[in-house]
């Protein structure tokens, strides 16, 4: 019934089928011949060139850590506040010398 449009069909799946084994075989063809070929002993293109190495750099010193003072807070809830270059912290701990906290205005 449909004899001539499957024999249509049939031919050009067939050239198609071809037409793919022949790439598939040129390109493994091609990929055999550049393994396979024998390398040039040439020159290398970037000239080698021996260059010392560097001398390790000298181990930074860490700063000593500075003692904790050890102190016995009668009240531990107490919260310090120290106005230090400008910025207002809070801390268990009172504040360095010299950064105490401001006076405050009264009213």
Do not use: H
Not at 28 to 57: M, Q, T, Y
Not at 59 to 70: M, Q
């Amino acid at each position: 019934m449909f004899f001539r449009s499957d024999s249509f069909v049939d031919l050009t799946l067939r050239i198609l089928t071809g037409a793919i084994l022949i790439v598939l075989v040129v390109a493994l063809g091609l990929l055999a011949w550049n393994f396979l070929r024998p390398k040039a002993p040439g020159a290398p293109a970037v000239p080698i060139v021996e260059v010392a190495p560097k001398p390790a750099p000298a181990p930074a010193v860490a700063p000593a850590p500075e003692p904790e003072k050890s102190e016995v807070l009668l009240n531990p809830g107490q919260v310090y506040r120290c106005v230090i270059k400008g910025r207002t912290t809070f801390s268990e701990r009172p504040c360095p010398d010299g950064e105490a906290d401001p006076p405050k205005a009264k009213r």
